[in-house]
């Protein structure tokens, strides 16, 4: 399993991000996957959740994020996307995607975000 992430940076608060998380290794299409996220000092918590079943797919999100993030997929590709709109400075943080459970050995680099005041 290979997890790349990618898109993050610095932006205003107010401002949006599309993240993007390019997988291989495993079979993506039916696979549950999540975007999680740590901040300085704190825990890795999960932020939004997909699952997807043949055409169906679900989406969760964390309560802090519901209505300004947007977890997507494109199955062609193999990779998934954070849409995250009017962002604000506590959603600084370093952002992965995995499986959800997490694959604890397929931890990526994670991509940073960070939101100035």
């Known amino acids: 399993v290979q997890l790349v992430e990618s898109g993050g940076g610095l932006v205003q608060a107010g401002g949006s991000l599309r993240l993007s998380c390019a997988t291989s290794?495993?079979?993506?299409?039916?696979?549950?996957m999540a975007w999680f996220r740590q901040a300085p000092g704190k825990e890795r918590e999960i932020v939004a959740k997909?699952?997807?079943?043949?055409?169906?797919?679900?989406?969760w999100y964390t309560g802090s994020v519901r209505g300004r993030f947007t977890i997507s997929r494109d199955k062609p590709k193999n990779t998934m996307y954070l849409q995250m709109n009017n962002l604000k400075p506590e959603d600084t943080a370093v952002y992965y995607c995995n499986l959800h459970p997490p694959i604890p050995t397929s931890w990526g680099q994670g991509t940073r975000v960070t939101v100035s005041s």
């Open positions: 997909s699952t997807s079943s043949g055409f169906l797919v679900s989406t």
């Open positions: 290794g495993f079979t993506f299409n039916n696979s549950t």
